[in-house]
């Protein structure tokens, strides 16, 4: 049987919003596609409305919703946890899961090889440990958050991937996870659409670091 991951007290308590009824999450999820039974399902606003899919994440077992606003075709007696922001309330999910998390946190960041690094490490680390991972890429503004937010708290170890593709993007990111290893592959030319040269690259990737907890290092 799974643990629980997500109780209606703690992910109120997380985002400041209101729940509609009790539940319980094993898992968290923003894509009805892949969403498992037991996941709250996160409705996004993006190029998509994620709250025109609530209706179908509860059909496939959804356990909760968080939403801005109830659906038309949502009964207000589901299990909802309504905030101002979806997207916020995803992040402040992802930072309450960050500070209850015990293990060690590693992030990743590079022009290539980051997620194959990220995959090896997970690899060696299972040796010694429960290890979370980001799946896939997940490295952007909504896959790192995501990513802590289905972090179980007494796992050993979590793998983030941190991605750019403009200016200012990591920062905030390394900020959210604070890891205590920082690891940057490598600086290549991958990025100069969105940036002058080289130096502005690795001057982005170097930001890695800048979430980094005091006794924290950085792996070049």
Not at 29 to 55: E, M, P, Q, W, Y
Request: hydrophobic share 40%.
């Amino acid at each position: 049987m799974k643990n629980i991951l997500w109780t209606s007290r703690d992910a109120a308590k997380a985002t400041g919003g209101h729940n509609k009824c009790d539940w319980v999450a094993y898992g968290v999820s923003i894509d009805t596609r892949t969403l498992k039974k037991g996941d709250i399902f996160i409705a996004v606003i993006g190029d998509r409305n994620g709250h025109d899919f609530v209706a179908e994440a509860f059909r496939k077992g959804a356990s909760a919703a968080l939403v801005s606003y109830v659906p038309k075709n949502v009964s207000v007696n589901k299990p909802l946890l309504v905030v101002e922001d979806v997207r916020l309330g995803l992040e402040a999910l992802a930072s309450f899961a960050r500070k209850r998390f015990k293990g060690q946190v590693i992030a990743i960041t590079g022009s290539v090889g980051q997620t194959s690094s990220k995959d090896m490490l997970a690899d060696v680390l299972s040796k010694f440990g429960e290890v979370s991972k980001a799946e896939k890429s997940f490295n952007n503004h909504l896959g790192v958050p995501l990513t802590l937010a289905r972090t179980p708290p007494n796992n050993d170890f979590l793998i983030v991937e941190i991605g750019m593709s403009n200016k200012n993007e990591i920062a905030p990111l390394s900020a959210l996870a604070q890891p205590h290893i920082a690891l940057i592959t490598d600086v290549s030319e991958a990025h100069l659409a969105s940036f002058n040269d080289l130096g502005e690259i690795a001057k982005e990737k170097s930001d890695i670091c800048f979430g980094l907890t005091k006794q924290g290092h950085c792996v070049v």
